[in-house]
């Protein structure tokens, strides 16, 4: 059975006052219907940026898409004409995101926002059709007294009030699947996991796939069934979500998950630091780009970038030890 979604070889450029830099480079991941994949790293390790990738939402002219393919369901989404990818957008892939003030429309009410993506990909819909189909759905995402809010604006709900608005716009077209980008960091702890739920509900009765992005390991832990380990732009390692906590590979991998005192604790706390800092895109190493940090570093890491490669079946980890026979001591 092909992906739902296959990733391959994503490089996307950035251009900055010191140069043309590679964001994200060869960035390669599959998703299959239902599953929930997390996507974890640092901040600028370039999650955000693979996210807005897969909807051609990357900021113009600094970035581009510089190699790769974007499979949905086998097509390249990179062929695309503009026109295309509109009507992918929403209807097969959404997206929310932390800040939702900053997808919803200050001045339009709510109800008429949630009636605008009905629209957009039923075209059919009569309006009465759509306002119940609006209110349905805010009731569907938790929101109390649905009918009156309808008529607020986005700046009249509380911030957890909003992001159920977004998932419910969101879920409207019953996408094929959700990325979610820090969807609950702005969130106290109980909201929080009310969203989450609240988008698993979905996954288990429509069969959507879901891309977590966060820092928040515990988030994934809990949450994901496979999970990208992203460093400064390229994938460091991918597994299952259990062999990744019990059986980590790579050294960055390793290195965040011996900074944790344990799982439980750090439910809630951002990703642990390691010594060391991420490298500036525009001097980032030839080799590996974690080898200024690595404490296993071999001579051939300085100069030789390592490819993801297997350590067991469907575990891959991007490290030079992958190669050395490391793997048989694990
Ligand atoms: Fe460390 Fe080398 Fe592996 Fe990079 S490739 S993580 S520097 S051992
Ligand atoms: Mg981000």
Do not use: W
């Not at 990818?85 to 892939?93: E, F, L, P």
């Not at 929080?192 to 966060?214: E, K, N, Y």
């Amino acid at each position: 059975r092909p992906p739902l979604l296959a990733v391959k070889h994503l490089g996307v450029s950035f251009q900055t006052d010191r140069g043309q830099v590679l964001a994200v480079d060869d960035v390669s991941f599959e998703l299959q219907s239902g599953q929930v994949l997390g996507i974890a790293g640092e901040s600028g390790c370039g999650k955000s940026v693979t996210a807005l990738s897969l909807m051609r939402l990357l900021p113009k002219p600094v970035s581009k898409i510089q190699d790769g393919e974007i499979l949905l369901k086998g097509q390249n989404l990179l062929d695309l004409p503009i026109k295309t990818m509109r009507k992918i957008r929403g209807k097969k892939i959404a997206m929310i995101f932390q800040e939702p003030m900053t997808a919803l429309n200050p001045v339009h009410t709510i109800g008429r926002q949630i009636a605008e993506c009905y629209s957009l990909h039923f075209p059919g819909m009569g309006i009465n059709q759509k306002r119940t189909a609006s209110l349905q759905m805010l009731v569907k995402v938790g929101i109390p007294d649905a009918r009156q809010v309808m008529k607020k604006y986005p700046h009249q709900l509380s911030g957890g009030m909003r992001q159920r608005v977004m998932i419910g716009m969101a879920l409207a077209c019953e996408p094929d699947i959700l990325i979610a980008d820090e969807p609950t960091t702005a969130l106290d702890v109980t909201v929080q996991a009310q969203i989450m739920d609240l988008i698993f509900q979905f996954r288990d009765t429509t069969g959507m796939a879901v891309i977590l992005i966060t820092h928040d390991l515990g988030l994934i832990a809990e949450n994901c069934d496979r999970v990208i380990i992203m460093y400064a732009g390229t994938v460091a390692e991918s597994a299952a979500v259990t062999t990744l906590f019990r059986h980590p590979f790579h050294p960055y991998t390793k290195g965040l998950l011996q900074s944790i005192p344990s799982l439980a604790q750090t439910a809630k706390a951002p990703l642990p630091t390691i010594p060391g800092n991420v490298p500036a895109l525009y001097e980032m190493p030839v080799g590996c780009r974690f080898v200024k940090r690595c404490n296993r570093a071999l001579m051939q890491c300085e100069n030789h970038r390592p490819r993801l490669m297997p350590v067991s079946s469907s575990h891959f980890a991007a490290c030079h030890l992958v190669r050395d026979g490391e793997k048989k001591l694990n």
